[in-house]
């Protein structure tokens, strides 16, 4: 019995739907981090009776066909990339993004990796570096004797030092766009890297053309809406619980006809 197969798909699939759901809201709280949406699709049908065959020795066609679905599948899972609240920390070293763009870091390996998480530190020798200890690309210095670390809208980094009055620039920071930014593989720790879909790295600084403005003592708070996230919760869990009644429909029509002599 088809309808056994394609309900379970359906489930499957919801299965899927609640547990984006979740990692969403288990990150409600994670800096910089975007919503998923999963996608889904219908799949392939198969015809009892096929659109446009002849129907008589007259010629006569089949005005409209009679096809059954074989249920659904996951097509995709999609980043949301609206813009999270800015929070104020007063942190000098934390930084958002107001606008596109993300912050370029160099992972151990070499490769670049992207995040929109800027909350900021110093190594043991000055670099800013990530939470996990990543440096920002390119790499920026800064003395250990600063006494302010101020960092402007377009990046560029400035530190003033005992004895001096006069602030000194000692790096500015790179962003990255994207021409898909849904093309970007999520490698956690709040990093992405580039593919084939995202296109290569589109570099730049704050404040110029197709990049956003970078906010001092700021972080990206997600942009996670748990209204949301429950309604649509309990769309799935209803779903969910219609395929499970397919089933079970499915499966007393099983019973009454093998109960037939």
Partial sequence: MRSLDIAGTGMQAQQTNVEVIANNIANMTTTGFKRRRPEFQDLIYQDIRRVGTMSSDSGTLVPAGAQVGLGVRTAGIYRINVQGTLEQTNNSLDLAIEGPGYFQVTLPSGEYAYTRDGTFSLSDTGQIVTADGYPV???????????TVTIDQTGQVQVTVSGQTQSTVVGQLQMATFQNENGLAAMGQNLFTETQSSGNAITGTGQ??????????????SNVNVVTEITDLITAQRAYEMNSKVITASDQMLQTLTGLK
């Fill in 208 to 221: 110029s053309v197709g990049f956003g403005d970078i906010r001092q003592g700021y972080v990206e708070e």
């Fill in 137 to 147: 690309s390119p790499g920026i210095t800064v003395p250990n004797n600063a006494q």
